[in-house]
């Protein structure tokens, strides 16, 4: 889940950043320059979303009798 959260995250920065420098990725090309910041923000909150559950600790399970 972690590495899924961190793919999230790099595309969604990514997606804010690259069009400085006239670019963009192509999965994202797709959406149109138009919507790709509504994109790239639900790729983060995404990602974001999946790192913070994966960080959980998980219950300890009480031994079976």
Same mark, same amino acid.
């Given at each position: 889940?972690?590495?899924?959260?961190?793919?999230? @995250?790099?595309?969604?920065?990514? *997606?804010?950043? !690259?069009?400085?420098?006239?670019?963009?990725? =192509?999965?994202?090309?797709?959406?149109?320059?138009?919507?790709?910041?509504?994109? *790239?923000? =639900? @790729?983060?909150?995404?990602?974001?979303? !999946?790192?913070?559950?994966?960080?959980?600790?998980?219950?300890?399970?009480?031994?079976?009798?």
């Amino acid at each position: 889940m972690r590495s899924w959260g961190l793919l999230c @995250l790099i595309l969604g920065v990514g *997606a804010f950043i !690259l069009p400085m420098m006239n670019m963009q990725f =192509v999965l994202l090309d797709v959406f149109g320059p138009e919507n790709t910041p509504l994109v *790239a923000s =639900v @790729l983060i909150a995404v990602g974001v979303v !999946l790192v913070a559950l994966s960080l959980r600790k998980p219950k300890e399970v009480p031994p079976a009798t």
